[in-house]
């Protein structure tokens, strides 16, 4: 879990926030809510996490509710790699 | 069919095709042509004995459904125009917003109610607020004045629309503005009906077609969505802010509803290109798509060109202020594979006239480079409330009026114009206008900043990258954290203006004069990219 929550601060950081304090960007730091991640930026924070860690996220785990802070962020993941995990990008 | 009147088209096709489909919501909800006619009757009757008079300004802060088209175009059958607000942007710049063009009503959903300006503050007048979606039985929370937009237009209120003149108001769209405070553009019926013929003849729209709607109301692409499709009594299908965020669902959404025409920004297509898998989702029924608002790059282009070879492409140009586009060019069948230079922004519209102006006042030659001025009835009336901006934006010439678009083209033989730039500082990103001086506005406000300068640099990814560059006031105590000023010019700027980096500094450069030095700003990044290139 550790790992993965610092795959995503790492990519956060030197995606979206360059020159930040590491320390500053905290597990429950709010990202979406903030206004510091946009659509797009989750857009492609979503597509790095599904090539990394070779899962498939679903577009209802992107929102404010699932997706605002890191520890929210990896345990999306960490549900995603879960054998049996539902594939595919969910939806109706 | 010439109509004098937007919502002439409505209650023509409302005639013709009364069961048939008119607005299609992201959710699978369809209204047919009868109730949208019905329900924005109703809603205009209820503006309209509520005090709402023709010329006036109602705002509409809503999510993208079909209730927020009834809102239109009850809003335009009360004479008045409709002032759509991003509702998703921070609510002090929409409050902002409704104030300066002083709505007398706003149709808003419940959860954005803090955008309302306050009633009966000192000078302003009240405003009546129509909150849509809510629950009947939230009716006693809500603040007193609120009428409920389903209540309002259940109501089998029958009305005959005034008489309207085509030159009356029918929208404001807010750009964003230098010195901070957004900028209205308004746009009269006759601009848009101008627009809209065109468009008819040009794409031939017949009533079997099914039209997308990506941009948001306050994105003046969706006057094309919504009113090319309703002249012609076909169906508009909603795609929602969060189908939006999806490539993958945006690109089966585009099947599965059978959309034959499409208009967005190439920032989405080219993120259906890259992420909506779209050799995986099956042949769509696109006949026509459109694009506008920026630079098309190639390579995107050319894949979704090949992907989606049954349809015709064109790229649309022109400022809010010309009506949506006042240029356009066909983009070929097949994009050679050694082309890398976009498309040009092509040829006038047969309703406007173009000029281009180079530096000694001369018109340009072919080969030559020169400002973009443009005629016809689809320039706007001016910019609400701003008679220095309004004086600002026009040029006489040859006793007629030219708006200047402040984008620089040149003149080509065969493929008319070819964008350049711009020389002053508005931007372009995802399709949005950006006037830089406003997120410096934003940042100054933050009690830390002493200094703001805000430079775009252009990149290959992203086609601009915004940064900002920050000194503290000597009062300041300890550092500031960059995560903290990001979540401030949140609270001020939409996400779309948000910096992409902020650069701390003890100073910012001055120039001999004492004013801000840009050029030295620029410069580091300049020097980055060159050592990045060396390396």
């Known amino acids: 879990m550790e790992e993965v929550k610092n795959v995503i601060r790492e990519f956060i950081l030197s995606t979206h926030l360059p020159g930040e304090a590491t320390d500053n960007l905290h597990d429950d730091t709010a990202l979406l809510s903030s206004g510091i991640l946009d659509s797009l930026a989750v857009l492609g924070l979503a597509s790095f996490l599904e090539e990394r860690f070779r899962v498939q996220l679903s577009v209802f785990d992107l929102g404010v509710e699932r997706f605002d802070c890191i520890a929210d962020i990896a345990a999306v993941v960490a549900d995603a790699r879960q054998p049996g995990a539902k594939a595919g990008v969910g939806g109706p | ?535």
């Not at chain 2, 309207?164 to 750009?175: N, Q, R, S, V």
């Not at chain 2, 008819?200 to 990506?214: C, G, I, M, Q, Y």
């Not at chain 2, 190439?266 to 459109?290: C, H, K």
């Not at chain 2, 701003?386 to 010439?397: G, I, L, V």
């Open chain 2, 1 to 535: 069919m010439s109509a004098s009147h937007l919502t002439r088209y409505l209650s023509a096709s409302a005639q013709s095709f009364p069961d048939r489909p008119a607005v299609v919501g992201a959710d699978g909800d369809v209204l047919s042509y009868a109730e949208l006619e019905r329900q924005s009757n109703a809603l205009a009757h209820h503006l309209v004995t509520r005090g709402v008079r023709r010329g006036d300004r109602v705002g509409i802060v809503m999510r993208k459904r079909p209730a927020a088209v009834v809102a239109i175009f009850g809003i335009l059958k009360a004479g008045a125009g409709y002032v759509p607000v991003d509702h998703a942007a921070p609510a002090e710049r929409g409050r902002r917003i409704l104030t300066d063009c002083r709505v007398q009503a706003v149709i808003v959903d419940e959860r954005c109610l803090g955008v309302v300006p306050p009633c009966d503050a000192a000078g302003s007048q009240p405003v009546l607020v129509v909150v849509a979606g809510a629950a009947p039985d939230v009716a006693g929370r809500l603040p007193t004045g609120c009428s409920i937009l389903e209540a309002v237009t259940a109501d089998a209120a029958t009305f005959d629309a005034p008489d309207g003149d085509p030159g009356d108001l029918a929208y404001i769209l807010y750009t964003s503005g230098s010195t901070g405070l957004p900028k209205g553009a308004m746009l009269s019926h006759r601009n848009v009906l101008s627009f809209i013929d065109w468009c008819s003849s040009v794409f031939a729209p017949t009533p079997n077609d099914r039209f997308s709607n990506h941009a948001p109301f306050h994105f003046d692409a969706s006057v094309v969505d919504i009113f090319l499709a309703i002249k012609h009594g076909a169906s508009v299908h909603l795609v929602s802010e969060d189908l939006g965020k999806s490539p993958r669902e945006l690109a089966r959404f585009i099947v599965k509803r059978g959309l034959t025409v499409w208009f967005s920004t190439p920032s989405i297509l080219s993120l259906l290109v890259q992420y909506g898998q779209l050799d995986t989702q099956g042949p769509t029924s696109l006949r026509l798509v459109l694009f506008g608002g920026e630079v098309f790059p190639v390579r995107h282009l050319r894949e979704l060109r090949s992907r989606w070879r049954a349809a015709t492409f064109y790229n649309l140009y022109g400022p809010t202020e010309a009506t949506v586009a006042c240029t356009f060019a066909r983009i070929p069948d097949v994009i050679p594979d050694d082309r890398t230079a976009p498309y040009p922004i092509g040829f006038p519209c047969s309703h406007c006239d173009a000029l281009v102006i180079d530096a000694e006042s001369h018109e340009a030659d072919t080969g030559e480079e020169g400002r973009l001025y443009i005629r016809g009835p689809s320039v706007f009336l001016g910019y609400w409330n701003r008679p220095a901006e309004n004086e600002a934006a026009f040029m006489a010439r040859d006793g007629m009026r030219w708006y200047d678009t402040g984008d620089v083209v040149r003149r080509t033989a065969d493929d008319g114009f070819v964008y350049v730039g711009r020389q002053d500082r508005m931007v372009k990103r995802r399709g949005y206008r950006i006037e830089l001086g406003e997120i410096e506005a934003a940042l100054l406000a933050h009690p830390w900043v002493a200094e703001a300068a805000v430079i775009a640099e252009p990149d290959p990814a992203a086609g601009v990258r915004i940064v900002a560059y920050i000194a503290g006031s000597a009062a300041a105590t300890g550092p500031l954290s960059i995560i903290e000023l990001k979540t401030f010019c949140a609270t001020k700027v939409p996400a779309y203006m948000s910096p992409d980096q902020i650069v701390f500094q003890p100073r910012l450069p001055r120039t001999a004069s004492d004013k801000i030095d840009y050029q030295a700003l620029k410069k580091p990044l300049l020097d980055e990219r060159a050592t990045t290139l060396a390396g």
